[in-house]
């Protein structure tokens, strides 16, 4: 049997949600706890017998050391027989690894006792991805699944002492190629393989279930993976065990939350069973206390005991308040003996997915406990091409970036793999929402019912496992599925050599799969989240990619036509999904990757870590760069310009969006993160460090907005609140050239709105210049709180590279503090997009990529572990007009 929770469960509206949890079964009189046998030791990997590949590789065709979780490839870098694909040219070596097979085994002792047990089940949490499992010689699995569970009776084939545990693997690529040749017809995929390894137009990744970027994404490297990518146990039991434990919420008011504790008991014997419910607040203290006595019947059953919560403290997306968490603990006794303790953290919240006819057409709008709230965020892809090497640390670093940079969610891709309940668990008490993809990035899927079937077990599984964490506020059946076959040129050829009827079922395939199979699986394990179909989409089977009706992917600025920035300035969707522009990491993580050696952008090696448009991103990039600011002076102010570029470019849509508030309620830039060091959209790097553009959504997403947008010639002046109350506030125009003379001042009194976009202003160029220059003169606008500026934003009259920008003085000031040193920076001039870093030292800034206006010097807080004298030395100050050359 399985261990995840089963398909009877049922769940109320509004929702209570559960974070990681401690389950617990304890010994009573004549019973003897199930016990759990980690077997992640001893482990061995050589390729299969026999394999095409063992002449070239024979080192591999012996037994090697193995981690498990863990993949072949980085068991195969830690013996020293491949080579770091993340560094150089090394990914193109690599290949032969996901097109071979390989067998794991290990060795492992069972006592006497384990094997009296009524029951004994292997259980694998993930298996990478073709795989047949043996025990003692005996064939116990097939597996076709990376994102299911495992379970299988092991009890028939284990013996007293040692026991051998065999698990072969198959390449998907090997396996599926063969068959897929002998088809009619190949559903579209999504990104051809650059090696060779499939023919193009003849993809399999898009026919089995497994990570979808592990075959290469336009952001990161193809490398298929095989292993055994989660843990492997012993699990064994008689008498009774608690299989799962789950708090559901009937009701959520104001003055109770009404809750039902679920137990899912497997047992032997019908049985009485005494159950205690404590629930503790988010201070620690209790707050209610249930005991019961149930009956369990043989079998698998189910118990239910109800609880109150008098007044209740409900969960809050950061920014509009707490996260309260409940701690509900559950003890089975049996005569004064405990048989079980578990524990549950929980977060009471509601959550709508408010679809409103309006005069802009229907709304896509999250409310969160009756609080409608503006989506600020990013997309999030997969951490690491291995997922076993990402640890926690790093998924914090990440979601405290996340944070700090004023964003609220996150979108969890549909083309990676399901997140650890770690990572839920962090959002959960960050206050982050997630909009959680199901697994399907962009190829059209398969139709058969075996493909369904599989896909309909592995979401019962992962929406099961996933359902009890607050901060999952939608559940979305795929990403760009749905408008790929409604807009891509193969999608629309395919449709074309195939009959009318071929494509109605290829249509009909889809409409299952997202629109009712996977809807139901969310309405019976997860009802109170919404269920949205695909990414883009209008929430039906129509056109998917609509401004006025459901969530949008804007990619006409960088894909596509390849628009300027200023083009997000003309469609304002109601939710804006996806929309990105690339820049290149920090020139330290370019260093590490490629070398010392000179570097410009069409390098081999950069070419190789860019994946955009086979290699040729960087000479989009170069093209993006040389539109606003010119010819960079050299490599490395090419590296700070693409920087600046997407900076600028990305601010300008989500204060767009913001500014468009009710209309627009959402703004999730691609993407927040990279997996491997390379040309990407990120806003931080695969080392953590934050680009300018994170910098700078820390400003754009702040809780508190001016939003100053010249389009044409006109700027508008909005000020945007995310507050839930009024606040009385002034805001202020400045004129100023760039020494810091102010050629015109005014300043306004304003309340703002709650929840609003307020717009306050709109000048013509010629009314906002009042005959200044306009190639020599900037507008400031900011937003004052309490006398001091919160919020500012520069408009310029020109393109960066046609301004006439002195070259500023910038005195930099680094002097000890009690957290560590404090950099205070001040300019003789406009000083633009000042960047502020300290060589290859590590240190850590409070802000950076901001301008430094004349006579306004910045204090910056920096934490590093390196010396003052160090620092000092290091310390490297840039601004637009140094980077840029001389000044027309």
């Known amino acids: 049997m399985t261990i995840a929770l089963p398909s009877t469960r049922t769940r109320m509206t509004p929702r209570l949600a559960c974070i990681a949890g401690a389950l617990v079964l304890l010994a009573g009189p004549g019973r003897a706890a199930p016990a759990t046998q980690l077997l992640d030791q001893g482990w061995q990997v050589r390729l299969a017998p026999g394999d095409a590949r063992e002449a070239e590789h024979p080192q591999a065709a012996h037994w090697l050391a193995a981690t498990v979780p863990g993949a072949v490839q980085t068991d195969l870098m830690a013996a020293g027989l491949a080579a770091d694909p993340f560094v150089g040219r090394n990914e193109a070596a690599i290949q032969w690894v996901g097109l071979s097979d390989w067998v794991y085994r290990t060795r492992f002792d069972v006592d006497p006792a384990t094997l009296a047990r009524r029951h004994a089940e292997l259980v694998f949490e993930g298996l990478d991805t073709f795989a047949e499992v043996y025990l003692n010689g005996h064939k116990l699995l097939d597996a076709d699944n990376m994102f299911r569970h495992w379970t299988v009776s092991a009890k028939p084939w284990l013996r007293v002492g040692a026991n051998t545990l065999e698990v072969r693997l198959h390449s998907p690529i090997e396996r599926l190629q063969p068959w897929l040749k002998r088809q009619p017809y190949a559903l579209p995929g999504e990104f051809d393989s650059a090696f060779g390894d499939e023919p193009k137009g003849l993809q399999t990744a898009n026919y089995v279930r497994k990570a979808a970027y592990q075959y290469g994404w336009d952001w990161g490297p193809r490398i298929v993976t095989e292993g055994i990518w989660q843990p492997v146990h012993l699990d064994s039991w008689d008498g009774l065990r608690v299989a799962g434990f789950h708090v559901a919420q009937k009701h959520l008011g104001a003055q109770a939350a009404q809750l039902d504790v679920q137990l899912d008991v497997d047992a032997d014997h019908d049985a009485p069973l005494p159950v205690e419910i404590s629930v503790f607040g988010p201070d620690g203290q209790p707050v209610a206390r249930q005991v019961a006595d149930v009956e369990v019947v043989a079998g698998h059953h189910r118990v239910v005991v109800p609880v109150t919560i008098a007044h209740p403290r409900r969960w809050y997306p950061v920014g509009y308040g707490a996260q309260d968490m409940y701690t509900v603990r559950v003890r089975l006794d049996d005569g004064g003996t405990p048989l079980y303790e578990g524990s549950r953290q929980v977060g009471l919240r509601t959550v709508e997915l408010r679809r409103d006819r309006d005069r802009w057409g229907r709304s896509f709008a999250f409310v969160v406990n009756g609080v409608p709230i503006f989506a600020k965020g990013a997309n999030l892809i997969p ?117 009318p009827a071929e494509n109605e079922r290829i249509k009909q395939g889809m409409r299952d799969l997202f629109g009712d199979v996977l809807r139901e699986v969310v309405a019976q394990h997860d009802p109170d989240v919404p269920y949205w179909p695909s990414s883009p989409s209008q929430g039906g089977d129509g056109f998917a990619n609509s401004l006025d009706d459901g969530d949008y992917h804007y990619w006409d600025v960088w894909s596509g036509e390849a628009k300027p920035a200023t083009a997000y300035l003309d469609v304002t969707p109601r939710f804006q999904s996806e929309y990105g522009l690339q820049s290149f990491p920090d020139l330290r993580t370019i260093r590490a990757f490629a070398g010392a050696g000179p570097l410009q952008a069409d390098s081999p090696v950069l070419r190789a870590h860019q994946k955009f448009d086979g290699g040729n991103g960087n000479r989009r990039l170069l093209d993006y760069v040389r539109r606003e600011y010119g010819e960079p002076k050299n490599f490395p102010a090419l590296v700070y310009l693409s920087q600046v570029m997407q900076a600028d470019g990305i601010a300008l849509a989500a204060e767009h969006l913001r500014a468009a508030r009710p209309r627009s309620m959402g703004s999730l830039y691609w993407q927040l993160n990279d997996l491997w060091p390379g040309v990407t959209w990120s806003s931080i790097d695969t080392y953590g460090r934050w680009k300018a553009l994170q910098f700078r959504a820390r400003r754009f997403y702040a809780p508190l907005l001016v939003a100053a947008l010249r389009h044409e010639g006109t700027t508008t002046v909005s000020l945007v609140s995310d507050r839930t109350t009024a606040l009385d506030a002034r805001w202020r125009l400045r004129l100023m050239d760039f020494a810091g003379k102010v050629l015109r001042e005014a300043s306004h009194d304003v309340t703002l709105a709650p929840l609003a976009s307020t717009q306050v202003a709109r000048y013509s160029d010629a009314q906002l210049l009042d005959g200044a220059d306009p190639r020599a003169t900037f507008a400031v606008f900011e937003l004052i709180e309490d006398g001091k500026p919160i919020s500012r934003n520069l408009v310029f009259f020109a393109l960066p590279k046609d301004l006439r920008l002195p070259q500023p003085h910038v005195h930099a000031q680094l002097t000890p503090s009690a957290t560590g040193y404090t950099l205070t920076l001040a300019a003789d001039a406009l000083a633009r997009d000042v960047w502020v870093s300290f060589g290859d030292l590590n240190a850590d800034l409070s802000d950076n990529s901001f301008d430094l206006l004349p006579g306004e010097p910045v204090t ?19 601004d637009l007009a140094h980077a840029m050359g001389t000044p027309p």
């Open 383 to 499: 951490f690491d091409s291995f997922p076993t090497r990402v640890t926690d640390a790093r998924m914090r670093q990440t979601l405290e970036s996340a944070r700090a940079a004023n964003m609220n969610m996150l979108r969890v891709w549909g083309g990676g793999y399901y997140l650890p309940d770690a990572f839920y668990a962090m959002a959960d008490r960050m206050g982050l929402m997630v909009w959680q993809d199901f697994m399907f990035g962009g190829a059209i899927p398969p139709r058969d019912a075996a493909f369904v079937a599989n896909v309909r077990q592995e979401a019962a599984e992962q929406v099961e496992r996933l359902s009890d964490h607050p901060s999952i506020v939608l559940w979305c059946g795929n990403n760009e599925v749905q408008s790929s076959w409604l807009s891509w040129g193969d999608r629309k050829a395919l449709q074309a050599s195939l009959a």
């Open 860 to 878: 910056l807080d920096v934490t590093s572990k390196a010396s003052a004298a160090a620092l000092r030395q290091a310390l490297q100050v840039q």
